[in-house]
C-alpha cells in the first residue's frame, strides 16, 4: 500500500526565506505526483503536478522534483510572502486514480 | 475558467438521515473522484468515476453510493449517517484520458456536519 508522508508537519520562517517542504512515498512505482496548497477550511489548489517521466516543473516562485528512485519530491518556495502561509499538501498517483496524500506541511510566513 | 462546482456547500443533518452531494465537473473533463477530509486529517480517497462507469473504490462505507450521469455530474449519497461522517466532502475531475495520469482539479468542498 502506497504511504505518503511530508516532513516538516509544520514550518514558520520570516518573510523572504527560501524554504524546501519535503514528501516521501514507499512505491515508486507512481503515474505522477501532485503538489496543493489548502487554506484552513477551504478547498485544495493544485499547483504543480510532475509525470513520472518527469525530474522537475516550475511555476512562478514554485519549483517542484521528482526522485522515483529515492521516494521523495521537493517543493521549493522562493522569496516566501505571508500569502504563502498555507498547509501545502503532495499526494501520488499509483495504480490506478486515486490520489493518496501526505499529512501536510503547514507553513507560516511572518511579515 | 470554469472550475468544479459542488452543491451544496454546507449541509446540517441529524443522525440516521440521509444526504446528497452533488458535483458538476469541469467541462469536457471525464473523470470524477470523490475524496472525504475529516477534521485535521488528510483527504481520503473515496471512489472515481470514469464515462460514467465506476473506475476504483476506496475507503467508501458501504452505506455511502455514488454514480455519474449522462451530463458526467456525479452524486454522492450517503445513508444513515454517522456523526463519524461529519467532514469536507471534495469531488475532483480530471480531462479526458488522462485519468489518473492527470491533474486532478478539485471544487470548494461540501461541509456536512451530522448533529
Known amino acids: 500500500k502506497q504511504e505518503v508522508t511530508q516532513i516538516p508537519a509544520a514550518l514558520s520562517v520570516p518573510e523572504g526565506e527560501n524554504l524546501v517542504l519535503n514528501c516521501s512515498f514507499t512505491?515508486?512505482?507512481?503515474?505522477?505526483l501532485q503538489w496543493f496548497r489548502q487554506d484552513p477550511g477551504k478547498g485544495l489548489t493544485s499547483l504543480l503536478l510532475i509525470q513520472s517521466s518527469q525530474r522537475e516543473q516550475t511555476s512562478g516562485r514554485l519549483n517542484a522534483s521528482l526522485d522515483k528512485s529515492s521516494g521523495r519530491s521537493t517543493l521549493y518556495i522562493a522569496a516566501s510572502q505571508p500569502g504563502d502561509s498555507a498547509t501545502y499538501l503532495c499526494a501520488a498517483t499509483i495504480g490506478g486514480n486515486m490520489l493518496t496524500f501526505g499529512g501536510g506541511t503547514r507553513l507560516m510566513v511572518k511579515p | 475558467a470554469a472550475g468544479v462546482i459542488q452543491s451544496p456547500r454546507h449541509l446540517i443533518k441529524e443522525k440516521r438521515e440521509t444526504a446528497t452531494l452533488k458535483c458538476y465537473p469541469i467541462p469536457r473533463h471525464d473523470t470524477v473522484y470523490w475524496y472525504q477530509q475529516g477534521p485535521g486529517q488528510d483527504p481520503q480517497f473515496l471512489i472515481s468515476?470514469?464515462?460514467?462507469?465506476?473506475?476504483d473504490k476506496g475507503s467508501i462505507p458501504d452505506r455511502f453510493s455514488a454514480q455519474q450521469f449522462s451530463d458526467y455530474h456525479s452524486e454522492l449519497n450517503m445513508s444513515s449517517l454517522e456523526l463519524g461522517d461529519s467532514a469536507l466532502y471534495f469531488c475532483?475531475?480530471?480531462?479526458?484520458?488522462?485519468?489518473?495520469?492527470?491533474?486532478?482539479?478539485f471544487g470548494p468542498g461540501t461541509r456536512l456536519l451530522v448533529l
Open positions: 475532483a475531475s480530471s480531462s479526458p484520458g488522462q485519468g489518473g495520469e492527470g491533474t486532478q482539479y
Open positions: 512505491d515508486s512505482a507512481i503515474y505522477n
Open positions: 468515476f470514469y464515462e460514467k462507469m465506476q473506475s
